[in-house]
T-cell receptor, first 111, second 115 residues
Framework: QKEVEQNSGPLSVPEGAIASLNCTYS??????FFWYRQYSGKSPELIMS????GDKEDGRFTAQLNKASQYVSLLIRDSQPSDSATYLC???????????FGAGTRLAVHP | DVKVTQSSRYLVKRTGEKVFLECVQD?????MFWYRQDPGLGLRLIYF???????EKGDIPEGYSVSREKKERFSLILESASTNQTSMYLC??????????????FGEGSRLTVL
């Protein structure tokens, strides 16, 4: 079983809709969870972090964490074509801020 | 402007060649990482370092080695390149000690092709 699993997509949503991206992880001891966005040909960039069960909102983005189910999600409200990218779920595993990444979900927002 | 700089954006090497990928960060970060990224597989951790001369294996260290002689520089070495090492290589750094930020700073990547 992979440590961090994501549906590879592509996830296609119309402009203005809510995009929902999901991630599961295997390490029950993980305490820190992150969403990175990667545009084609570019390096990943951090967009959200979450450490406690529940929801965390930042602008159009909401991260949701359920440690009992080992599940993390990212909601993007009012999706824009500029949100089209690959979204990577990452989990801190072990020490030294070592991040383990999922394979990523490709999101396509069409006008 | 903080930066992680990778020495080469594109490299083409032949099977069996020794390959050096260099990474330099100017943020005084303790922790540095080398990932490779392949379609459908995401970022996979090759090696990381939490201090000068210290290194730890990641998930896929076979065929690679690393060197960290100075805090700002972390090198990835392919002793004898093989075609299955054709990939995008990403270097990243993060400040040590704090376990809750998760903000890795990435270089622009080095696309290696092994013929």
């Amino acid at each position: 079983q992979k440590e961090v699993e994501q549906n590879s997509g592509p996830l296609s949503v119309p402009e203005g809709a809510i995009a929902s991206l999901n991630c599961t992880y295997s390490d029950r001891g993980s305490q820190s969870f992150f969403w990175y966005r990667q545009y084609s040909g570019k390096s990943p960039e951090l967009i959200m972090s979450i450490y406690s069960n529940g929801d965390k909102e930042d602008g159009r983005f909401t991260a949701q964490l359920n440690k009992a189910s080992q599940y993390v999600s990212l909601l993007i409200r009012d999706s824009q074509p500029s949100d089209s990218a690959t979204y990577l779920c990452a989990v801190v595993s072990g020490g030294y801020n070592k991040l383990i990444f999922g394979a990523g979900t490709r999101l396509a927002v069409h006008p | 402007d903080v930066k992680v700089t990778q020495s080469s954006r594109y490299l083409v090497k032949r099977t069996g060649e020794k390959v050096f990928l260099e990474c330099v960060q100017d943020m005084d970060h303790e922790n540095m990482f080398w990932y490779r990224q392949d379609p459908g597989l995401g970022l996979r951790l090759i090696y990381f370092s939490y201090d000068v001369k210290m290194k730890e294996k990641g998930d896929i260290p076979e065929g690679y080695s690393v060197s960290r002689e100075k805090k700002e520089r972390f090198s990835l070495i392919l002793e004898s390149a093989s075609t299955n090492q054709t990939s995008m290589y990403l270097c990243a750094s993060i400040r040590g000690g704090r376990r809750d930020t998760g903000e890795l700073f990435f270089g622009e990547g080095s696309r290696l092709t092994v013929l």
